[in-house]
C-alpha cells in the first residue's frame, strides 16, 4: 500500500503498536516534538460502539517553537495543529504514519507559514528514518 499525497509513513516490522508507540514518542522527541494528546482508536470504538477494531492510536505532535511561528503567520492555523501521528497495527507489525505538514498548509493559500511546513516536514521525515 503507498502513502496517500498527505503523509508519509514507515513500516515497522516484527514491531507492536506499543513498542512503536514508545518508539514514535522518543524520535519526536528527539526532532523538538511533545505528544499533546493520544487517542486510542480501538478502545474508543469499543467504548462508545461496541465495535472491534485493530490497535489504532492517533498522536497529536507539537513543535512549540513552529507552531508559534505558524500562529503568528495565519491565526487559523490552530485548525490544522497539532501534527498527526498514527501508529496502526499492520500486517508483521505497526505501520507508523505522518500527516504531512505542507500538504495540510496548503489549505491556507497566501499564509506565511510555507517556511514553517517545510520545517515541520523535515523534523517529522527525521523522526520517521530514526523510527
Known sequence: MSDPSYAFSKQLDGVSVD???EKVAEALKANGFGVLTKIDVKETLKKKIDVDFRPYVILGACNPKLAHKALQGES?????LPCNVVVQESEGGALVSFADPKAMFELVPDAPIEEVATEARRLLENARDQL
Not at 487559523?76 to 490544522?80: K, V, Y
Open 19 to 21: 513498542e512503536a508507540l
Open 76 to 80: 487559523f492555523i490552530g485548525l490544522l
